[in-house]
Structure formats: C-alpha cells, structure tokens
C-alpha cells in the first residue's frame, strides 16, 4: 500500500503550490425551519504551504 508520501513531497517542493493560498471558509447559523438561512457566525483561515506543512498565514 501507498503511503502518498512522494505526492506530498513533489507538493511541497513545487514553486506553484508552494505561492498558493487557500482561503478556508467556515460559517454556522441557527434558522428556523421555513426561514431564509442567516449565518450569524462566520470565520476565515488562510493557509500556505511552508516546509512541507500547510501553515497559516497572517491576513
């Protein structure tokens, strides 16, 4: 069986991967049933590839 380690290193050694950054959104909400959906907490998380571990990155 695969591990996948090669992918992860192939990954964090690419100049394309390593400039991305992924914008992780999450949102909940409490609505009633027969509402419309309201979020009424929302957070975002930046993350970049940095030594071959996905860190966060300051806004």
Same mark, same amino acid.
Do not use: W
């Given at each position: 069986? *695969? &591990?996948? @380690?090669?992918?992860?290193? %192939?990954? $964090? &050694?690419?100049?394309?991967?390593? $400039?991305? &950054?992924?914008? @992780?959104?999450?949102? !909940?909400?409490?609505?009633? &049933?027969?509402?419309?959906? !309201?979020?009424? !907490?929302?957070? @975002?998380?930046?993350?970049?590839? *940095? $030594?071959? %571990?996905?860190?966060? %990155?300051? $806004?």
């Amino acid at each position: 069986m *695969s &591990t996948g @380690v090669g992918m992860v290193d %192939r990954y $964090a &050694t690419d100049p394309a991967m390593r $400039a991305t &950054t992924f914008v @992780v959104v999450d949102f !909940e909400g409490t609505t009633p &049933t027969g509402a419309p959906a !309201e979020p009424i !907490e929302l957070g @975002v998380v930046l993350l970049q590839l *940095s $030594a071959g %571990r996905c860190r966060r %990155r300051p $806004a």
